[in-house]
């Protein structure tokens, strides 16, 4: 599998932004793709994630409501809506897959992808 992120951007408070995560060598429709961000001196963090088959969603507490993951199957392609940006999230975003089904409790830790993309800077400031 290979997944490769883009969109990002230097964005000025409150603006929005999309981000977006072709996946290659398999139909979408079998990947669970999350994503995941890391902000200098902090800890790579799940921020959203969309499981296969029954499409559900699964938001971090800092983002929900604010962010959107979605996925075109047709494309190969997941999406992450970004608005109301804040500077508390820049950071460089990373998409990631893994093969079995998510686990809830756990879907936020990296140790739980298998495969990631290159990263994609995303910075909000004025």
């Known amino acids: 599998v290979q997944l490769q992120a883009s969109g990002g951007g230097l964005v000025q408070p409150g603006s929005s932004l999309r981000l977006s995560c072709s996946v290659g060598g398999f139909p979408l429709d079998i990947h669970n793709i999350a994503w995941f961000r890391q902000a200098p001196g902090k800890e790579r963090e799940g921020i959203a994630a969309?499981?296969?088959?029954?499409?559900?969603?699964y938001y971090a507490d800092s983002v929900k409501g604010r962010f959107t993951i979605s996925r075109d199957n047709v494309k190969k392609t997941v999406y992450l809506q970004m608005d109301a940006l804040e500077p508390e999230d820049t950071a460089t975003y990373y998409c990631?897959?893994?093969?079995?089904?998510?686990?809830?409790?756990?879907?936020?830790?990296?140790?739980?992808?298998?495969?990631w993309g290159q990263g994609t800077q995303v910075t909000v400031s004025s």
């Open positions: 969309i499981s296969t088959g029954d499409g559900n969603t």
């Open positions: 990631a897959w893994r093969p079995r089904p998510i686990v809830v409790r756990f879907w936020r830790l990296p140790r739980e992808w298998d495969t």
